[in-house]
């Protein structure tokens, strides 16, 4: 029997092993034969001397992966675990670089693996439909995404629209004028990019309409050529309504939808455009499909549990 200890003295252990070390309990699934334990700077693993080689190359790829993205879900450990990668440099080319600096400097990046699949089908697709529930970054990594495209001068203009849909509320009762009304519905898009581009850079984009946030109804009878368009919360579009945001692209343009069918304000017969749109294109070549899961969530611990309760009706005493 040998052993090999691993040093993860730059990390902090919740972020490697996870809450009550479920990271660790998916890493330890994967390596039954090994005696593996973790202390607050090291993990020491006991076994046969061929299976920790294997085990130490898997292990920095977490190491590496918790470093470039900030995050590790169970996801990411089964993506690592189950891949061909044996180093670090062999995994990097899976993954793109930062998408984009942001305001102050931050560095905005896909951060688990299915956002990196999006932004991936992005590259090697003119639409792309993202769908997952809620928290999973499909609205933040599409507008980022159209954000580089647009500083790279891969297109001029970036439209971002919604439906407006009334969740629950009533639009006629809001204050203001048409602008003031819908503003409201377009505020994620604009935290989004806030995060993204200078205050005045934005304001200067939105003014002379290089981003054009709209509602949906206000896309029909256009082409948007040499445009990076994003209808967001497509759960809520009919066939026909989605059928008329999807005929809008033009010339050297990409599209993406995202959405959440779990959470449709439609009538309740009336069927939802992101549900019937999965039936029809899926299989065409130049469509890319990419579906989040709870495993993206980068929002509130707590989300992912009342994501996984509804998921399951359960009651919230089960949380």
């Given amino acids: 029997m040998s052993e090999k200890i691993i040093s993860i003295t730059t990390h902090h252990p919740l972020d490697l092993f996870g809450a009550n070390d479920q990271n660790l309990e998916v890493v330890r699934n994967f390596y039954p034969k090994l005696k593996i334990i973790s202390r607050d700077n090291f993990i020491k693993a006991i076994g046969e001397e061929a299976e920790l080689i294997q085990f130490e190359q898997k292990f920095n790829l977490l190491l590496f992966h918790l470093e ?51 932004v991936k089908s992005v590259e090697q697709n003119d ?59 377009m505020q994620p898009l604009y935290d989004a990019l ?9 304001l200067t984009y939105i003014e002379d309409g290089t981003i054009e946030i709209a509602p949906l109804a206000f896309m029909r009878g256009r082409t948007l050529n040499n445009a990076f368009a994003i209808l967001d919360e497509a759960q809520n579009t009919t066939p026909n309504q989605l059928k008329m945001f999807l005929t809008r692209m ?27 749109v999965q039936g029809i294109l899926k299989d065409i070549p130049g469509i890319g499909f990419v579906y989040l899961d709870q495993n993206d969530i980068i929002r509130h611990k707590l989300v992912i549990k009342i994501i996984n309760c509804y998921m399951n009706e359960l009651k919230p005493d089960k949380i």
């Fill in 68 to 118: 470039k993205f900030g995050k590790l879900t169970r996801s990411d450990i089964v993506q690592y675990f189950e891949s061909e990668e044996a180093s670090p440099i062999d995994a990097v080319s899976k993954y793109p670089d930062i998408l984009l600096h942001g305001k102050n400097g931050m560095l905005i990046r896909a951060r688990t693996v299915n956002q990196v699949k999006l």
């Fill in 127 to 185: 639409l792309v439909f993202a769908i997952g529930p809620a928290g999973t970054g499909k609205t933040y990594t599409a507008v980022a995404v159209a954000v580089r495209a647009l500083k790279n001068k891969e297109i001029q203009r970036i439209i971002l629209t919604r439906p407006a849909v009334e969740a629950g509320e009533n639009l006629g009762f809001l204050p203001g004028d048409l602008k003031e009304k819908l503003d409201p519905y």
């Fill in 194 to 202: 806030k995060d993204m581009l200078p205050p005045q850079k934005l």
């Fill in 250 to 276: 033009g010339n050297a343009s990409k599209f993406i939808v995202t959405g959440d069918i779990t959470q449709i304000d439609l009538p309740k017969q009336q069927t939802s455009g992101l549900i019937h």
